[in-house]
C-alpha cells in the first residue's frame, strides 16, 4: 500500500515526484516515459533558470533531479486503469496492480491524428509525429509540417537546419504561431506557408513520396519525402473513472488540483487549466502534491 502514486512523468508528474521525495512520502511513480511532450521539444526560450534550452537536456535534468533524491520510479509501465474503490485508488498497469491512499493523475496528452488517406500506412515510413525525435532522419530532403501553431513551427525551427525545404499546411486563413516564430521560419528562407489548406492524401510506395492538398478550388501535389503531423494533442484522461471533465476530456480540478472525486488529484496538460506550457505543468505538479499532502494527512 502506497500513500501516493503517481502517473505520468512529464514536467508535472516529476515535479510532484521531487516534491513527494522531499517529503518522505512512500511514493512511486509509473510511466511510459520521462519528459512527456517536453521531450519532443526543440528549442526552450522560455523556461525559467534557462535562457536556452532543448527539450531532451530539460528532460535528462529533470531525471537527474528525481534520482538524486531517490524518488522510486517504474518506467516503461502505462497505466491503463485508475479508479477508487472501497476508499482506497487501484492503479493498473499494463505489468502490475498497485494500491494507493492517493493518487496524482499527471498523463499529459497524445498527438492527434490527422485522418488522411495514407497517414497510416505510411506511418514510421515518412509520416512522423515527432521533429525531435525523427527530423534528423529527413537531412537534405523536402518535408511538410501539417499544422500552424506554435508546435507546428516548433517543428519547423527543428527543420530549418535539417531540411532542403518545408511546407506548412494550415487549414485556418491566418497561422496561430507566436508571431516571433513565424518571422524567424520565414527568415530561413526554407519556408512556403499554404493556408485555407487541407490535406487530402498521403501518397508513396515503400515510404512517402507526396502530399496532395487542396486550397480553395485549387488541387496542390506537393512531392515530399516526410510529414510532420503537428495539429495538437487531445487529454489522456479516459483511464481515470468517474472523474468529471470537461468537453475536451480534460480533468477539471479546483485550485489544490483536486478533482470531484476524494483521493484523486490531475495535475499538468490532461486538467482544464488554460495555459499547456511546462512552466505551469510544474506549478501544477507542486500544488498537486503539495494537495495530496495535505489530504493523506486528514486521513485516520
Not at 29 to 51: C, F, L, M, P, R
Not at 139 to 166: C, E, Y
Not at 227 to 256: H, L, M, R, W, Y
Amino acid at each position: 500500500m502506497y500513500d501516493l502514486v503517481i502517473v505520468g512523468a512529464g514536467p508535472a508528474g516529476i515535479t510532484a515526484g521531487v516534491y513527494a521525495a522531499r517529503k518522505r512520502m512512500n511514493c512511486l511513480i509509473v510511466t511510459k516515459d520521462i519528459g512527456g511532450q517536453t521531450a519532443w521539444s526543440g528549442d526552450i526560450e522560455n523556461y525559467i533558470g534557462y535562457q536556452f534550452i532543448t527539450g531532451p537536456e530539460l528532460v535528462q535534468k529533470f531525471r537527474d533531479h528525481l534520482q538524486k533524491l531517490n524518488g522510486e520510479l517504474k518506467e516503461k509501465e502505462s497505466a491503463i486503469l485508475i479508479r477508487r474503490q472501497d476508499n482506497i485508488i487501484k492503479v493498473k498497469t499494463e505489468q502490475a496492480d498497485y494500491e494507493t491512499k492517493a493518487v496524482i493523475v499527471a498523463t499529459g496528452r497524445m498527438q492527434r491524428k490527422l485522418g488522411a488517406p495514407g497517414e497510416e500506412k505510411y506511418r514510421n515510413r515518412g509520416v512522423t509525429y515527432c521533429a525531435t525525435c525523427d527530423g534528423p532522419l529527413f537531412a537534405g530532403n523536402d518535408v511538410a509540417v501539417v499544422g500552424g501553431g506554435n508546435a507546428g513551427f516548433d517543428a519547423v525551427l527543428q527543420l530549418v537546419n535539417i531540411a532542403r525545404k518545408i511546407s506548412v499546411i494550415e487549414t485556418g486563413s491566418t497561422l496561430k504561431a507566436d508571431p516571433i516564430m513565424v518571422e524567424k521560419a520565414k527568415e530561413s528562407g526554407k519556408v512556403e506557408i499554404y493556408t485555407d489548406s487541407l490535406v487530402e492524401s498521403i501518397y508513396g510506395d515503400m515510404f512517402v513520396k507526396g502530399i496532395k492538398i487542396r486550397r480553395g478550388s485549387e488541387n496542390l501535389d506537393l512531392p515530399v519525402q516526410g510529414i510532420f503531423i503537428e495539429i495538437g494533442s487531445q487529454a489522456v484522461s479516459s483511464i481515470v473513472k468517474d472523474v468529471k471533465t470537461n468537453p475536451f476530456g480534460e480533468i477539471i480540478v479546483d485550485c489544490k488540483c483536486r478533482t470531484n472525486i476524494p483521493g484523486i488529484f490531475a495535475a499538468g496538460d490532461v486538467t482544464d487549466v488554460p495555459a499547456k506550457q511546462i512552466i505551469v505543468a510544474c506549478g501544477e505538479g507542486c500544488k498537486a502534491l503539495l494537495g495530496a499532502f495535505e489530504y493523506l494527512s486528514t486521513l485516520k
